[in-house]
């Protein structure tokens, strides 16, 4: 946790405000402790409900949406969950504060090193991230619970419905732009969360263009 109970209290309370309001998902937000996996010389802005940009042109996602995404998979503490896109690993360790087990991807095999750095040093044992195509999953380790893709796309991705438990949710912001909406699939059914907005999720592995 912070060492700044007041701040921790203004940052709860402004989830609250921007609509996080599932106590599970305030708990897991909040335990993640956001200034460890902010950029260095950003950790002052890491309880404001703000993105912050992250090597590759990626973003730390603002945590109101992260909080909006926690209570919409509404992890239970058997689950095994599926993040495509890792970037920082803040999402991933607040979803392992509820979860069993987080299997974490990203294209970008440097954020991959640094987010499990980060989890080494929260000792975080049961989150796992891997440098692979976050459209093609992790097959080693389906069925999954809950599959949650930080990333805009066009559809729900095949292979990612095919790694997904009977009776799991996937959620996925679909569409693009300004008309993109909150998607949550489940046994067959999909349901609209509102809109959202995230970059689209590139295919394939990410190459470092100064190489």
């Known amino acids: 946790m912070s060492e700044d109970p007041a ?5 709860v309370l402004e989830m609250r405000q921007a609509g996080v309001t599932d106590a599970r998902a305030l708990s897991a937000l909040e335990r993640a402790q956001r200034e460890h996996f902010a950029p260095p010389h950003m950790e002052a802005l890491a ?8 090597a590759y042109a990626q973003v730390m996602t603002k945590p109101s ?38 299997v974490t991807l990203d294209r970008w095999s440097e954020l991959v090193a640094e ?3 980060r989890f080494g040093l929260a000792r975080l044992m049961r989150v796992f ?3 692979a195509d976050g459209q093609e999953g992790w097959p080693e380790e389906a069925p999954y619970d809950r599959i ?13 419905l095919k790694q997904l438990k009977p009776g799991g949710v996937l959620l996925a912001p679909v569409g693009e732009g300004e008309t993109q909406v909150l998607v949550r699939y489940r046994n067959g059914a ?10 689209p999720l590139v295919s394939g592995l990410g190459e470092d263009p100064s190489a």
């Open 190 to 199: 999909r349901e609209e969360l509102g809109p959202i907005s995230f970059a």
């Open 47 to 54: 309880y404001d409900d703000m993105a912050l940009p992250l």
């Open 129 to 131: 991230a891997h440098t």
């Open 7 to 11: 701040q921790i209290m203004r940052f």
């Open 65 to 102: 949406v992260v909080g909006r995404m926690i209570a919409a998979l509404d992890v239970q503490p058997d689950d095994i969950v599926l993040e495509i896109g890792t970037g920082s690993g803040y999402q991933a360790a607040a979803l392992a504060s509820l979860a069993h087990k987080v």
């Open 115 to 117: 987010a499990r750095a």
């Open 148 to 160: 949650v893709v930080n990333g805009a796309v066009a559809d729900m991705p095949p292979e990612l």
